[in-house]
């Protein structure tokens, strides 16, 4: 299995409140995304790093932040969080953008 | 970025060859083609991708059709661990990033 653990693996926290995920790998992977996971609408690509300080906004880019400062952690922020971003948070390696790896995920609750 | 149809649902019974279609007739001819399945309470695994030939590997085989607008997943011999969702996903080669569909939902009836 690729080396890549998400913390935390669950987190319930209140409307309006900052909170960061972290992706962490040991691969050396170059590049790294953050989907998303909602019953009824599948797997959706938020941000992508394709190398350190280099990212690029996804398919639901809106009300989330990320930085890549090294090669091994790749950071999503939710500035406020809203009820609309509870779901399932899957990080993803890869290293040449053919296959992708993905960690276990993180079930946020925002109430 | 070009589109796939797929079932949403295909049953099979258990130690039987399963074919996985997948539909992507405004394929272009620099798309990759993917597949990842997953798995209940997972994250999604990489299962297998081409180009224009068929390709196999460990875990199964990908049959692409002449004109590239249709695609087949095969897994050889089903266990009841095959049960997942499939994505049949495409990916231009310039394309950093891969755009997830609803996939296809595997039962596998023991």
């Known amino acids: 299995d690729a080396g890549i653990t998400q913390s935390p693996r669950h987190k319930v926290t209140e409307t309006g409140t900052p909170v960061t995920l972290r992706c962490h790998q040991t691969?050396?992977?170059?590049?790294m995304y953050w989907y998303r996971q909602d019953p009824g609408h599948g797997l959706r690509l938020i941000h992508y790093?394709?190398?350190?300080?280099?990212?690029d906004k996804g398919e639901v880019s809106d009300g989330y932040s990320v930085s890549r400062s090294k090669t091994e952690d790749f950071l999503l922020t939710l500035e406020s969080a809203t009820s609309s971003q509870t779901s399932v948070y899957f990080c993803?390696?890869?290293?040449?953008?053919?296959?992708?790896?993905f960690g276990p995920g993180t079930r946020l609750t925002v109430t | 970025d070009a589109k796939t149809t797929q079932p949403n649902s295909m049953e099979s019974n258990e130690e039987e060859p399963v074919h996985l279609p997948c539909n992507h007739s405004?394929?272009?001819?620099?798309?990759?083609i993917h597949w990842y399945r997953q798995l209940p309470s997972q994250g999604p695994e990489y299962v297998i991708h081409?180009?224009?030939s068929n390709v196999n590997n460990r875990m199964a085989s990908l049959a692409i059709a002449e004109d590239r607008k249709s695609s087949t997943l095969i897994l050889h011999r089903a266990t009841l661990r095959d049960a997942a969702v499939y994505y049949c996903?495409?990916?231009?080669?310039?394309?950093?990033?891969?755009?997830f569909g609803k996939g296809t939902r595997l039962h596998i009836l023991p």
């Open positions: 993803a390696i890869s290293h040449s953008s053919y296959e992708q790896y």
């Open positions: 691969e050396n992977h170059r590049y």
């Open positions: 790093s394709y190398g350190v300080k280099d990212t």
């Open positions: 405004t394929i272009s001819g620099t798309d990759y």
């Open positions: 081409g180009l224009t």
């Open positions: 996903i495409l990916r231009e080669n310039r394309d950093d990033k891969i755009i």
